[in-house]
């Protein structure tokens, strides 16, 4: 069994016994804390309220001795109120009841955005935006398992792999007049492209309608 040493003792004694804790050391202040009206805590912020009034003309020292005996209180207040657990890897933790005082913000409220072309139709039509990831997947009920709408072995490349692909007669025959020799299984394939071209056809115009418009407001 180990033996404390005599620092260790003092540091036990001036925990445990309450007539030592409260008797003030020479050359350190008691840890006893009493003021004519009582400190309140807001222990969530870790917050001490000291109603005291200073003296007319406060000193250093004055105001040095009320932030000590605020600071003392605080802790005393935590250490006899709030429970102390001990974790095996995060040490000894203390739990804070939720703060009571709402603080003041740092830096001022952002400021909203204006809003895009798209939000602003949206909103005319009565548009509303789906949650991030709502709709990605379909059921199939051929395979019987559920698979992306788009994209690789997506729903919208039904067709394109299949040995035996109906043909579109008028297609077909608009085709065979163009004299375009493409092949009927790329036609979705194609259309998709072109889907892609005439977005980006748009998506450019519009930047340079907005460009010519100038900054709104």
Request: hydrophobic share 30%.
């Amino acid at each position: 069994m180990a033996i404390p040493s005599s620092t260790e003792k003092l540091e036990l004694e001036s925990t445990t016994s309450p007539s030592v804790s409260e008797v003030a050391k020479p050359g350190r202040p008691s840890v006893t804390v009493t003021k004519p009206i009582p400190y309140t805590f807001d222990l969530g912020n870790l917050l001490c309220n000291d109603a005291n009034p200073l003296p007319h003309a406060p000193t250093a020292a004055h105001i040095s001795s009320a932030a000590r005996d605020c600071a003392q209180a605080l802790i005393n207040q935590l250490l006899t109120t709030c429970p102390i657990a001990s974790h095996p890897t995060d040490g000894v933790l203390m739990t804070l009841p939720p703060p009571t005082f709402a603080l003041p913000r740092e830096k001022p409220l952002p400021v909203a955005k204006p809003p895009t072309k798209w939000e602003q139709f949206a909103k005319k039509k009565g548009i509303k935006d789906k949650k991030r990831g709502e709709g990605k997947m379909v059921f199939d009920e051929a395979s019987g398992e559920w698979v992306p709408k788009w994209g690789y072995k997506g729903r919208n490349k039904d067709g394109e792999g299949e040995w035996l692909v109906e043909v579109d007669e008028k297609k077909e025959a608009e085709r065979e007049k163009e004299g375009k020799g493409k092949s009927l299984r790329g036609e979705g394939r194609r259309d998709r492209v072109e889907k892609v071209k005439r977005n980006e056809r748009k998506q450019r115009a519009n930047e340079r309608k907005a460009r010519k418009s100038g900054p709104a407001g």
